[in-house]
């Protein structure tokens, strides 16, 4: 990555490293942003650590663009230090105004006078904490949803000091983490998210409360019907569709009068009595026997992902809400990751190395086939991207397709184990190129191979078409710095053949 595509957020700050916390340092750390935290919980790094892996896991089974090198975590005993050097400073200390307000005077005290200070409350308000703040403007909730690192959302809510372009530029910011910045207009206690929680919570406890049903049930309810739709489409918009043709209108004729039936208790607020409270830890107990937090966060976080992955491709395969983000993201990260065709001749490859997540597995514990191609074909954007003919070149109307493919399978590969990759052009000529990718473990041992033919083409008339100067000098380039051809390479141009006589 350059020094111009480095994330708006260089260098970052958290102080509280709980759930909230943590889930914004992994935010962070993934995008390639360096994190100083401060916490003096003394389990502070454990938790941190268990929350950084599970999202490492997530994001491994998330996104297969390539993440930037993942950022450097520091803890500092001291806060002023931890908040010194950086761009944003993430306050997530516990939901009291008196606590709050101390923590961020002192940050405010230390911090750069560049550098943006979000809260992560979840309903204190933004001009209640700029009070005794010596830059109130600078100032801003950011209120994330659990698990930040997963769930794009930040509600940005200014207070009456708060400089609008600090908003604007929060909400820039965040795109480039890959989350959904969203502008509170006026300032509300709780806020948009939290008050839509607060009602659906409510008359959940009375439904607990009078018996209706347990709370495995309405959970149920939640999860295997609106909150499918929820997921995607969000409360106007499904609503809109319930209406038929005739929209939003005849849905609210239709349906409107019902806010006047007693369906809800809204109003009446449950009384949280030891009896309810113990009914509902002891119904949720069994819900969850066998269960613990970091299990059911596991559970939480596959979940997420399988729905971003099936809303990315959404809408024919344009992305649709949050699966729609996570593809521009993506497209961002690739960009990143892509050279832009003006650096010098392109030189042998060096390899690649990943860690084969544990979803890549199959019923027999071995790297499931597809997962060779997906890796292999990785390769080969790779290789396409350093001559020049990566996602801008595509989207200037020129492409390599891939035309022929050949695999061998040597070895095993297995969830946790690392690999490294490397590929070596064969041959090539103006219109095709010959790869050769080798995954192998870090002794040298070779467990795949796969050999790729691939054909230029111009995609507007969609026949193939001689490469361009440019690309065909880098393929020079790397021809002449690539390293003697393995063994490996005496296996290319084979293909299966039928057995002979006799074989079993």
């Given at each position: 990555?350059?020094?111009?595509?480095?994330?708006?957020?260089?260098?970052?700050?958290?102080?509280?490293?709980?759930?909230?916390?943590?889930?914004?340092?992994?935010?962070?750390?993934?995008?390639?942003?360096?994190?100083?935290?401060?916490?003096?919980?003394?389990?502070?790094?454990?938790?941190?650590?268990?929350?950084?892996?599970?999202?490492?896991?997530?994001?491994?089974?998330?996104?297969?663009?390539?993440?930037?090198?993942?950022?450097?975590?520091?803890?500092?005993?001291?806060?002023?230090?931890?908040?010194?050097?950086?761009?944003?400073?993430?306050?997530?200390?516990?939901?009291?105004?008196?606590?709050?307000?101390?923590?961020?005077?002192?940050?405010?005290?230390?911090?750069?006078?560049?550098?943006?200070?979000?809260?992560?409350?979840?309903?204190?308000?933004?001009?209640?904490?700029?009070?005794?703040?010596?830059?109130?403007?600078?100032?801003?909730?950011?209120?994330?949803?659990?698990?930040?690192?997963?769930?794009?959302?930040?509600?940005?809510?200014?207070?009456?000091?708060?400089?609008?372009?600090?908003?604007?530029?929060?909400?820039?910011?965040?795109?480039?983490?890959?989350?959904?910045?969203?502008?509170?207009?006026?300032?509300?206690?709780?806020?948009?998210?939290?008050?839509?929680?607060?009602?659906?919570?409510?008359e959940a406890l009375w439904l607990i409360k009078d018996g209706i049903c347990d709370v495995e049930t309405?959970?149920?309810?939640?999860?295997?019907?609106?909150?499918?739709?929820?997921?995607?489409?969000?409360?106007?918009?499904?609503?809109?569709?319930?209406?038929?043709?005739?929209?939003?209108?005849?849905?609210?004729?239709?349906?409107?009068?019902?806010?006047?039936?007693?369906?809800?208790?809204?109003?009446?607020?449950?009384?949280?009595?030891?009896?309810?409270?113990?009914?509902?830890?002891?119904?949720?107990?069994?819900?969850?026997?066998?269960?613990?937090?970091?299990?059911?966060?596991?559970?939480?976080?596959?979940?997420?992902?399988?729905?971003?992955?099936?809303?990315?491709?959404?809408?024919?395969?344009?992305?649709?809400?949050?699966?729609?983000?996570?593809?521009?993201f993506e497209t961002e990260l690739w960009r990143r990751a892509t050279p832009s065709g003006n650096e010098?001749?392109?030189?042998?490859?060096?390899?690649?190395?990943?860690?084969?997540?544990?979803?890549?597995?199959?019923?027999?514990?071995?790297?499931?086939?597809?997962?060779?191609?997906?890796?292999?074909?990785?390769?080969?954007?790779?290789?396409?991207?350093?001559?020049?003919?990566?996602?801008?070149?595509?989207?200037?109307?020129?492409?390599?397709?891939?035309?022929?493919?050949?695999?061998?399978?040597?070895?095993?590969?297995?969830?946790?184990?690392?690999?490294?990759?490397?590929?070596?052009?064969?041959?090539?000529?103006?219109?095709?190129?010959?790869?050769?990718?080798?995954?192998?473990?870090?002794?040298?041992?070779?467990?795949?191979?796969?050999?790729?033919?691939?054909?230029?083409?111009?995609?507007?008339?969609?026949?193939?078409?001689?490469?361009?100067?440019?690309?065909?000098?880098?393929?020079?380039?790397?021809?002449?710095?690539?390293?003697?051809?393995?063994?490996?390479?005496?296996?290319?141009?084979?293909?299966?053949?039928?057995?002979?006589?006799?074989?079993?």
């Open positions: 990555m350059t020094p111009t595509d480095r994330p708006p957020i260089a260098r970052a700050a958290c102080v509280g490293g709980g759930v909230i916390g943590g889930g914004w340092i992994a935010r962070f750390l993934l995008a390639g942003i360096d994190v100083d935290v401060h916490d003096p919980h003394p389990e502070a790094r454990r938790i941190v650590g268990e929350v950084l892996d599970n999202a490492r896991a997530a994001y491994g089974r998330l996104t297969g663009a390539p993440l930037p090198p993942e950022g450097r975590l520091t803890f500092h005993d001291d806060l002023e230090t931890a908040v010194a050097e950086a761009d944003w400073v993430q306050e997530s200390v516990p939901e009291r105004l008196d606590l709050k307000r101390a923590v961020l005077a002192r940050i405010d005290a230390a911090a750069r006078p560049q550098a943006l200070i979000g809260s992560s409350t979840s309903g204190l308000l933004p001009t209640d904490l700029q009070e005794g703040l010596a830059h109130p403007g600078r100032l801003f909730v950011a209120h994330p949803y659990n698990p930040v690192y997963l769930l794009p959302l930040v509600e940005i809510v200014g207070g009456r000091q708060t400089a609008p372009e600090v908003v604007t530029d929060a909400i820039e910011r965040l795109a480039a983490i890959g989350m959904k910045g969203v502008h509170i207009a006026k300032e509300i206690d709780a806020f948009v998210g939290d008050r839509l929680l607060e009602a659906l919570w409510r309405l959970d149920d309810v939640i999860r295997y019907s609106f909150g499918l739709r929820w997921a995607q489409m969000g409360l106007f918009q499904t609503y809109r569709i319930a209406g038929g043709e005739a929209g939003m209108r005849h849905f609210l004729a239709q349906f409107g009068p019902a806010l006047k039936w007693p369906w809800t208790k809204l109003t009446d607020v449950v009384d949280l009595d030891e009896a309810l409270v113990e009914t509902i830890a002891a119904q949720s107990d069994a819900q969850n026997e066998g269960l613990s937090i970091r299990r059911l966060e596991q559970i939480r976080d596959g979940n997420l992902v399988a729905i971003l992955q099936a809303l990315k491709t959404g809408d024919e395969g344009r992305g649709w809400g949050a699966g729609k983000l996570l593809s521009e010098p001749a392109a030189q042998a490859d060096e390899g690649h190395e990943l860690v084969v997540p544990p979803a890549w597995a199959d019923y027999n514990g071995h790297m499931t086939e597809h997962r060779y191609l997906q890796v292999f074909g990785e390769a080969s954007d790779r290789l396409l991207a350093r001559i020049g003919a990566g996602t801008d070149y595509v989207a200037a109307g020129g492409s390599y397709y891939t035309v022929e493919t050949h695999l061998r399978h040597l070895g095993e590969a297995h969830a946790g184990d690392t690999l490294r990759v490397r590929t070596r052009i064969l041959s090539s000529d103006d219109k095709r190129l010959h790869l050769l990718h080798d995954l192998g473990r870090a002794d040298g041992e070779t467990i795949a191979t796969g050999e790729h033919m691939l054909l230029h083409v111009d995609r507007e008339s969609g026949r193939s078409a001689g490469a361009p100067e440019h690309i065909l000098s880098k393929i020079s380039g790397i021809l002449a710095t690539q390293e003697p051809a393995p063994e490996t390479e005496a296996i290319a141009g084979r293909a299966i053949r039928p057995a002979g006589n006799g074989a079993a």
